[in-house]
């Protein structure tokens, strides 16, 4: 039994509980015991990998396995890792685990959300350990259409709007992502679908100038590239609490792995000779996200504004072509999962207290919720990059990766969307200060209770994961940066 | 082959009695016709190797014939376990013998359709096909809409058989023969022969309700009973689908450049219109009439590549388009028996009363739409990888075209799980066959696209240009 196969098979066999439940009780227990045995998979997935590339392991993939699927059709589900990969498959599991308790009390119909929970995400722990283009690419939108059930029945706000609006706008990507990998496919010589054969297999420069842009803007989409963000703000506000942590925490990073593993890795001439307009588009996300937030009230838009300028420098990050950048992108990735899926827990768990999510009608929290509203300060600080948790550590390898680029249209971009820093420290205080300091005005707001025990439990859980990512950051940057290598010298081994 | 046609005279038989109505075997009459119909498809399921010809080469029988025949079998079925529930009202329950009757000499009409090695032969099927089913479109017949749906088909039938056997004859005129496999050596790029090829695709156009011919679809998928709309929607059309690939690919192949371009903007016509159409439908058998067109140009999709990949594609894109669309046509069938109530606003809160059909309807309109990890993804993905090399901005508008038709979709399973309703249609149990049908669709929908098996098995007999 291979080690990888376990992220889908958890999955289902929560799926097949969850089906076979017949009361709360049930359903909880099977929630927790899957999101724990996820959990548990992760780590070990994680320190057998350091363990395998301590031994002296090499090859790009670990773990691999590969079953014939479709022969007529060279169609195989192939399965592995690299650091990138298995740090993802950490933080989806990391936030499997804390949006269950998350959503511990929800209702109505708990039993149909935790079945479409799970299976959004089945489609995620699928997409991180397939290397096959055709599972991934099923995985990519088994992960995308529970969205649309989860956010129009258990939403808030305009939620039917938000729901189809992001289903629809994330499935047009992926007719794009169709086309690029279909196209990738037939100009490789359609003999395979295997991502590591078709890295070593030539595609025409003609061919990859027409697919690369469709590739990734089909996973950019995903990945918040301006003017294409538009549902994310709309889709995290409208989302329930667990399914904006999940969504901005993993299914948008699904975008920036995706613009790097499949786009950038098997068509790097392309990606050299038109990463100048993405990195423009990528640097207004930055910026424009940041500027966005600024102006928001609702608490939701903001986090949403916030995860769009944050993923915008993800895709930077990937496309300036270097090391040190592509490591700062993966850990930023994975920082920005673990900060948001913090804040949207925070902020959910308020919103469920205070039943307001503007900013103009709440003061004075931190007497009243003292545990939530500290959360929210350690939340907001690792956002905007305090030493000592994730963001710092992410946000500066990028800044430094990116300027080593000698030219001046990179330093210029870098410097630009280096003020993003500056803004978000704004938009971060501006809140925080406005929330939660001050005397409390409404009546109403102190009666309110502080966490309960299942809250606490994803609140912590999480702070621990950020913190100890901006502590001890170095294993975490090795393993990503060694599987950062091969395909960084891909790329670069075609201008030098 | 002689026994198939057989044993569905046999059953044809078994039935005329049971017309009398002593109540006592009205579920034996229910119930034979699909046993019967299920031991037939068990039996001729395994193809046998080689190619068997009859009546002089009119009549071919190739191991691809008996997988196609097998899918049309299946739907068949379906369609029959959907009809008892539907034949136990007052007006029409005592024709129920003819309902099986007529529907199975329809059946028999496209098996000669499918295996025809000569136009006259492949004539002759065609109107066994489409005249019973004029007679089952206006079964309800004392409804105004299924006279009318009944009177609709008939008149465009008889036209589209015009059409065709005007281009029929042309090539007649072209090569002086009619025998499939003759005429490619006689077939040139000249007028009669682009004649005769306009006039038979008009004609086909007509039966596959692709766009510029698809006028008379809504009004008779609407009028029609319900049960007999699934069998057009999916049945009529899976077998005209086939026969106009194995047509083009064997007789046409010498001007192939000339209807591939056809077929490229009758692609483009019949999905884009079909689904823009569909978005404005407010009746849920419209909408899927809608629906069906466009699907019809995705089944397209597997002609044009022409290939042995593609008939592979079209005829397992078929299979999972036929267990999807029945699926849904079952529960719009035993929603419209229990309550009468047909309209997208009736279907509001449905998930409320009817968990379980509405989490079926779910799965089969994801399945159409194309969501993984259901059979949709896995025969829209081949079809467009079949098609995609040479028709790449094909594939990309008919993929753009595949989010529209998500989104009227949506608005089903939205009004079914979202939309609130002060009077959602009341909670019910449905009848055992309409259960049986749908779990037999379930299990079609979540495994058809997994065990890959079914593909290949289709793909062993496959052919191309």
Known sequence: ?496 | MIAVILIILLVDLFINPKKRQSSANIRLAALLPIVLMTIHTLINIVPSHGTISAFGGMFQYTPMHTVIKAVLNVGAILVLLMSPEWLKRDDVSVNRGEFCILTLSTLLGMYFMISAGHFLMFFLGLETASIPMAALAAFNKFRYESAEAGAKYILTAMFSSALLLFGISFVYGACGTLYFDEIPTHLNEEYLSIMAFVFFFAGMGFKLSLVPFHLWTADVYEGAPTPVTGYLSVVSKGSAAFVLMTILVKVFSPIVSDWHQVLFWIIVVTITLANIFAVRQKNLKRLMAFSSISQAGYIMLGVISGNAVGMTSLVYYILVYTVANLAIFSIISIIEQRSGKLTLDDYAGLYKTNPKLSFIMTLALFSLAGIPPFAGFFSKFFIFMAAFKGNELLVFIALVNTIISLYYYLLVVKAMYITPSEHPITSFKSDCYTKVGLIFCLIGIVGLGIASIVYQTIGKFSIGL
Request: net charge positive; proline share 3%.
């Open chain 1, 1 to 496: 039994m291979n080690l990888l196969s376990i992220f889908v098979l958890i999955p289902l066999l929560m799926l097949l509980g969850l089906w076979l439940s017949r009361n709360l009780a049930q359903i909880r227990t099977v929630m927790v015991i899957g999101a724990s045995a996820l959990l548990i998979s992760a780590i070990t997935l994680t320190v057998s990998y350091l363990q395998a590339r301590a031994a002296g392991v090499t090859g790009d993939m670990l773990f691999r396995a590969s079953v014939v699927w479709y022969k007529p059709l060279n169609i195989e589900f192939s399965v592995g890792v690299d650091g990138i990969s298995v740090a993802m498959l950490l933080l989806s599991a990391i936030i499997v685990f804390t949006g269950t308790f998350a959503s511990w009390r929800l209702k109505p119909l708990t039993k149909e959300y935790f079945l479409w929970f799970t299976l959004l995400s089945t489609g995620v722990f699928g997409f991180f350990i397939s290397i096959d283009l055709f599972t991934m690419f099923m995985f990519y939108e088994i992960a995308l259409i529970p969205m649309y059930l989860l956010i129009g029945v258990w939403g808030t706000g305009p939620k039917e709007y938000a729901a189809m609006k992001l289903t629809l706008m994330l499935m047009g990507a992926s007719a794009f992502l169709l086309c690029g990998i279909l196209g990738i496919y037939f100009s490789a010589g359609a003999t395979t679908m295997d991502l590591t054969k078709i890295a070593t297999l030539h595609i025409p420069l003609s061919k990859q100038l027409i697919w690369f842009p469709m590739t990734f803007v089909g996973f950019g989409v995903l990945g918040a590239l301006f003017p294409f963000h538009t549902w994310s703000p709309d889709g995290h506000s409208s989302a329930p609490t667990a399914v904006s942590m999940l969504h901005a925490g993993v299914l948008m990073k699904l975008g920036g792995y995706g613009c790097f593993r499949v786009a950038m890795y098997l068509m790097p001439q392309a990606a050299n000779q038109l990463a100048w307009i993405f990195l423009i588009l990528t640097t207004i996300s930055v910026v424009y996200g940041a500027f966005s937030a600024c102006v928001q009230t609702d608490l939701k838009y903001i986090n949403a504004y916030s995860s769009v300028s944050h993923c915008g420098m993800v895709l930077l990050a990937i496309l300036m072509i270097n090391k040190t950048a592509a490591t700062g992108a993966v850990l930023q990735m994975l920082s920005h999962g673990l900060m948001t899926a913090l804040f949207f827990a925070l902020i959910g768990m308020i919103y469920g207290r205070t039943h307001t999510r503007d900013i103009r009608e709440m003061n004075g929290l931190m007497r009243i919720i003292p545990f939530l509203s500290v959360g929210y300060v350690i939340a907001g600080l690792a956002n905007l990059g305090l030493p000592g948790f994730s963001g710092f550590v992410a946000e500066m390898t990028i800044f430094v990766g990116s300027f080593q680029n000698y030219d001046a249209f990179h330093r210029v971009l870098t410097i630009i969307a280096c003020t993003s820093i500056v803004i978000t420290a704004v938009y971060i205080l501006r809140v925080i200060g406005k929330i939660l300091y001050g005397v409390c005005t409404n009546k109403e707001h102190l009666k309110l209770s502080d966490a309960t025990w299942d809250e606490k439990i994803a609140v912590i859980t999480l702070v621990i994961c950020v913190a100890g990512l901006g502590l001890a950051p170095l294993w975490m940057s090795n393993m990503i940066s060694d599987s950062v290598t091969p395909i960084i010298s891909n790329l670069t081994n075609l201008i030098h």
